[in-house]
């Protein structure tokens, strides 16, 4: 029998549904490539390559790799419904690295690792996990980072405490430190933080207690006991079902696919008039929403922001108006201008101040007739495939 290598993922899909632990990690049937994760992976090629030397290498160099790990696969082997969508996440990526390169070029940061693969012995197990980024604070004091790239930023309790478990029983991490600080004979985890790249935010936590931990740890134990005990029961839940890979594979699945019969519309059939309220105030409220999404956007400098299923990008735009339209045509009519315009649209009047045969006067006083107002746009698109 090989040997069980216990992980924070291991832990979290087991308690998600034993039976796909099972056709995941006994069984080894594949899943569907999933688009999120190659993007995350490939980010993370590209935070380990940023820190693979003393100083950043140039811009260029970075998004050159890059290009690199993402030409690797298809669209189709990366998870993307289509080409235009794969172009999409490419161009996500790139934005991405530009913004996080900008922001941390001068930092001069040396952490003591990236991804590095860390084990422990600890109750009888092999414990492992494989740790983005480890910085040296001094004084014996490290701080953990996790690299996130999916839609949203939320704190995960279970991957924290795993980790924080892991790191105070490894044996790698004091020569690390030693490396660089000879006189440590003892180190501390003083701060966990993971680090939301899409959005270039941070959520820094304390390790947690020892009491804490240890309540915690039983638990995990106690999974992996499960785990080694081959209990591989399926917990079926609507939604983990619904997008599990596994589906055909299961019996639970299945036999609930039997039972179903026809589904029965039971909902009231709604009128005319109340589908009209219903639009009114979805759209009363859908222009509420974004304008406070824009204000917050603004004030955070960003352009780009997720929630859970969608994502919202914020492009300002130059819109015309003139001031006084009787006093703007009466100016093109004096200056032979009118016949231009076919008829004096706001569009058709501010072409000719791209026309060539507009002497440069003309176009100077045709422009105190505009007001120049930026419009902010809020483009909500659903980040699932």
Not at 222 to 229: F, P, S, W
Not at 258 to 287: A, F, V, Y
Request: charged share 30%; net charge neutral; glycine share 4%.
């Amino acid at each position: 029998m090989a040997q069980f290598f216990y992980s924070q993922s291991k832990m979290g899909l087991y308690r998600e549904c034993p039976l796909k632990y099972k056709f995941r990690y006994i069984l080894k049937i594949p899943e569907e490539p999933k688009y999120f994760f190659t993007f995350g992976t490939i980010l993370h090629s590209v935070m380990e390559f940023l820190y693979s030397a003393p100083q950043f290498p140039p811009l260029e160099e970075t998004l050159k790799f890059f290009k690199q790990k993402w030409s690797a696969q298809t669209w189709q082997e990366k998870g993307y419904a289509n080409a235009e969508k794969e172009q999409a996440g490419f161009l996500e990526g790139q934005e991405i690295i530009k913004k996080y390169y900008q922001k941390h070029v001068a930092d001069n940061l040396h952490p003591l690792s990236t991804e590095m693969k860390v084990y422990a012995n600890i109750d009888g197990l092999t414990v492992m996990g494989v740790v983005d980024r480890i910085d040296y604070l001094g004084d014996g004091k490290i701080a953990i980072l996790d690299y996130k790239t999916g839609k949203t930023l939320k704190r995960e309790p279970d991957q924290l405490m795993f980790y924080q478990k892991l790191l105070e029983n490894s044996p790698k991490l004091l020569p690390l430190v030693q490396a660089r600080d000879g006189l440590i004979q003892k180190i501390s985890i003083e701060k966990m933080l993971f680090y939301h790249l899409p959005t270039l935010t941070e959520d820094s936590f304390k390790p947690v207690p020892s009491a804490e931990l240890d309540i915690f740890w039983k638990g995990a134990l106690k999974t992996a006991e499960n785990i080694l005990a081959e209990k591989f029961e399926p917990t079926p839940s609507e939604q983990a079902c619904k997008w599990c890979d596994y589906r055909d594979n299961c019996p639970v699945w299945n036999s609930s696919k039997k039972e179903q019969g026809p589904m029965q519309e039971t909902k009231k059939e709604e009128t005319l008039s109340e589908k009209i309220d219903r639009l009114g105030k979805l759209n009363d409220e859908g222009r509420n929403l974004k304008t406070e999404i824009i204000k917050f956007l603004k004030e955070q400098n960003q352009t780009l922001s997720f929630g859970t299923a969608y994502k919202v990008e914020l492009k300002e735009e130059e819109v015309f108006t003139f001031k006084d339209e009787a006093k703007t045509i009466d100016f093109l009519k004096q200056n032979n201008l009118l016949n231009k315009t076919l008829k004096p649209t706001v569009k058709s009047i501010l072409a000719l101040l791209n026309d060539p045969q507009v002497n440069v006067e003309q176009k100077q006083q045709l422009r105190t007739l505009t007001t120049k107002e930026i419009i902010s746009k809020l483009r909500c698109t659903k980040t699932e495939d």
